[in-house]
């Protein structure tokens, strides 16, 4: 019975000694500025280093850019300044905001924040397509398919040139309304103090105004 004790501890101990042969050695630590200049010569002596200083990092390429541009780089938030769309989306803008008595930057720019000109945008609230239409919204407006551009189109500006009808053509006014809903605009007596109702407001006014300044 000792014997085989014995053994298998024989066993464990020459497994062990395998295992230990084959640990990796710990890495060297890398030599760094001037040390990763000298270099060991065949006669044992280290060659001359040379007095550089070397960056602990290289300049990351947008940085190095505006450093070469001097500030001659003028950046602009992407969400203040509308893109193009697509020539089919821009057709129906012309169509149905000359047709409802909207500009056409104004309906551009609301369906720039709405969607980013994604015509299966789909919010978490249930709002649909270009200009993101809630369902009882585009029901009460007869619009069957809120997917469909020139449906969801044609339904949302009828719906802002009705706000705008009501809020005096004041266009803060009419955006609040659209995105917090009429009655907040009517309670607060113009764009209500939500962050979120401000901030889109301030969005497509800016929108607006730099497509006009163009």
Known sequence: ?????????????EIQARISSFQPAPPSKPQTGVDALS????????????????????????????????????LRKMDETLSNIPSNIEALVQKYATQNGLQPELVRAVIQQES???????????????????????????????????????????????LMKEFGNDTPRALAAYNAGPNAVRKAGGVPNFPETQNYVRKIMS???????R
């Open 116 to 162: 980013g000109g994604n015509p299966h945008s789909e919010s978490v609230a249930g709002a649909m397509g270009l200009m993101q239409l809630m369902p009882e919204t585009a029901k009460g407006l007869g619009v069957q398919n809120a997917f469909d551009p020139e449906q969801n189109i044609s339904g949302g500006t009828r719906y802002l040139a009705g």
């Open 207 to 213: 929108m607006i105004e730099n497509a006009r300044g």
């Open 39 to 74: 270099s060991t010569l065949p006669n044992g002596t280290k060659s001359p280093s040379v007095n550089v200083n070397l960056p602990f990092s290289p300049p990351r390429p947008f940085d190095l850019t505006l450093a070469q541009a001097q500030g001659r780089i003028q």
């Open 1 to 13: 019975m000792l014997e085989g004790v014995e053994r298998i501890n024989s066993r464990i101990q």
